[in-house]
């Protein structure tokens, strides 16, 4: 099989090894040299991730049997619409589709509209005027949100990146003014507070197969304190839920996502075909949905990709078919702990660095690399603004974590820093809402997250640490 990958950072990197590990022929499409997928590629083109016709081309001339697109700034172009006109197999929404990430109040008004309502309390702003007024007349802390697509994480909340009212005021402005996200319209919500996790799952337009259930830290430093970054690390539970998450509240994530499918499908004749993420938060009032994605999460899948027991290719395949419902798709029973090396000046890296790494010493049985910095020259890279992730694999997550570590440890960069503390007993026992966590050994697994499974524990702790 021929497969045309579409994507650049290290989440196109993690899929891209994971076919080529099936067998596949592999194809890339990128707007930077990605040395990762260069290197796994009997070919690559370096062009516009914009532009889905230049896409089509190359597909058509290297006669692929299927396009893989991973970056949501190409998805929201309608490359999928396109390759679907020229017969071409592809896994990725539609524009329509898209606009579950590219258009966040086309979200909150979708949920509210078909009582689907995990929304924290919410309004939209088309003048940049009427925004500004309200942030003066409103007490609770709030976050404000560019409607459309960010290259980076463009959500700044009250107390975390902006310190006051005055700093949400001049965030709105530079909103408006510089168009970030490309709509013409904010949002600004009610801030809200709890534990974070994501859902991923593999979507043919009517089956919704989840994913081990991560939990990903954007903080830049130890003990979640710092500036907020793309991303530093993820993690994941042997039995695939997370210490403040049982499998009820799992269900009701995953029910809202497979609810949003069938309307997309009944409602609007919209097969969705690709990676959705749901990202939630576990709250005093609930559940809340953060976001949408209409892709995999960087970190999220580099945690996923090394303990799949399904071939991705066929994963794939059935979703360009629509026949992932016949397709049992399985998981190993492990942990794992993800960490990215992040350069100096990150979140805004000021220049490239230098890195010396032997990828066969970095990588074994028991641990993956994974790339997300662009070349320069030899052993110079320009940061994405991230440059390297280790993904460790172990019965335990402390077990995932050293061997994660070890991977780092390897890499010989001036000023290349990781969070130590991603994977620890002691960040984990630390969630507002635990249930209570057995020794590591002991932990209860399941083979399938959509078996009926017990419970961690039936008592549920929501006192505050």
């Known amino acids: 099989m021929k497969i045309l990958l579409v994507g650049r950072w290290g989440k196109a990197h993690a899929v891209g090894k994971a076919l080529v590990s099936d067998g596949v022929e592999l194809f890339s499409f990128m707007d930077k040299k990605n040395p990762g997928i260069a290197n796994i590629s009997s070919d690559f083109h370096i062009g516009n991730l914009k532009d889905k016709y230049e896409i089509l081309d190359y597909a058509k001339k290297k006669e692929v049997d299927l396009v893989f697109i991973s970056p949501e700034m190409t998805l929201k172009t309608g490359v999928t619409d396109l390759l679907d006109k020229e017969g071409i197999p592809n896994v990725g929404p539609s524009k329509f589709c898209s606009k579950l990430e590219s258009d966040k109040l086309f979200v909150r008004d979708f949920l509210k509209e078909h009582d689907l309502d995990m929304s924290p309390d919410?309004?939209?702003?088309?003048?940049?005027?009427?925004?500004?007024?309200?942030?003066?007349?409103?007490?609770?802390?709030?976050?404000?949100?560019?409607?459309?697509?960010?290259?980076?994480?463009?959500?700044?909340?009250?107390?975390?990146?902006?310190?006051?009212?005055?700093?949400?005021?001049?965030?709105?402005?530079?909103?408006?003014?510089?168009?970030?996200?490309?709509?013409?319209?904010?949002?600004?919500?009610?801030?809200?507070?709890?534990?974070?996790?994501?859902?991923?799952?593999?979507?043919?337009?009517?089956?919704?197969?989840?994913?081990?259930?991560?939990?990903?830290?954007?903080?830049?430093?130890?003990?979640?304190?710092?500036?907020?970054?793309?991303?530093?690390?993820?993690?994941?539970?042997?039995?695939?839920?997370?210490?403040?998450?049982?499998?009820?509240?799992?269900?009701?994530?995953?029910?809202?996502?497979?609810?949003?499918?069938?309307?997309?499908?009944?409602?609007?004749?919209?097969?969705?075909?690709?990676?959705?993420?749901?990202?939630?938060?576990?709250?005093?009032?609930?559940?809340?949905?953060?976001?949408?994605?209409?892709?995999?999460?960087?970190?999220?899948?580099?945690?996923?990709?090394?303990?799949?027991?399904?071939?991705?290719?066929?994963?794939?395949?059935?979703?360009?078919?629509?026949?992932?419902?016949?397709?049992?798709?399985?998981?190993?029973?492990?942990?794992?702990?993800?960490?990215?090396?992040?350069?100096?000046?990150?979140?805004?890296?000021?220049?490239?660095?230098?890195?010396?790494?032997?990828?066969?010493?970095?990588?074994?049985?028991?641990?993956?690399?994974?790339?997300?910095c662009f070349e320069v020259d030899k052993s110079m890279y320009q940061p994405s603004p991230r440059t390297f992730a280790v993904t460790g694999v172990g019965n335990t997550v402390s077990e995932a974590k050293k061997n994660c570590e070890e991977g780092l440890e390897m890499f010989d960069g001036d000023g290349l820093s990781y969070r130590k503390d991603i994977g620890s007993r002691k960040l984990r026992e630390s969630y507002l809402w635990t249930l209570e966590i057995p020794e590591e050994k002991t932990l209860k697994t399941s083979t399938n997250l959509l078996e009926d499974a017990k419970d961690w524990s039936s008592t549920r702790s929501t006192s505050t640490k």
């Open 122 to 372: 919410y309004r939209a702003f088309h003048d940049m005027d009427s925004a500004l007024s309200y942030i003066d007349e409103i007490d609770n802390d709030f976050a404000v949100k560019p409607a459309g697509v960010t290259e980076r994480d463009g959500v700044k909340v009250i107390g975390i990146q902006l310190e006051n009212k005055q700093d949400a005021k001049d965030y709105v402005r530079e909103i408006f003014e510089k168009n970030i996200g490309e709509l013409p319209y904010i949002l600004i919500e009610d801030k809200i507070e709890g534990e974070e996790f994501t859902i991923q799952a593999f979507v043919d337009g009517k089956s919704v197969v989840p994913m081990p259930v991560v939990r990903d830290y954007k903080l830049l430093k130890d003990g979640n304190q710092g500036l907020n970054t793309p991303g530093m690390g993820s993690y994941t539970e042997k039995n695939h839920l997370l210490p403040f998450l049982d499998r009820v509240t799992f269900n009701q994530g995953l029910e809202l996502m497979q609810k949003t499918i069938d309307i997309f499908r009944e409602e609007y004749g919209e097969h969705y075909k690709g990676i959705l993420s749901g990202q939630f938060m576990l709250t005093m009032d609930g559940l809340k949905l953060i976001e949408f994605n209409v892709r995999a999460g960087d970190s999220e899948i580099l945690n996923i990709v090394p303990i799949m027991k399904t071939p991705m290719k066929d994963i794939l395949w059935a979703i360009s078919k629509n026949e992932l419902g016949d397709l049992n798709i399985e998981f190993e029973n492990k942990a794992t702990v993800c960490k990215y090396l992040v350069p100096p000046g990150f979140p805004t890296p000021k220049k490239n660095v230098e890195v010396d790494f032997d990828v066969l010493e970095v990588e074994n049985d028991v641990r993956k690399m994974y790339q997300s």
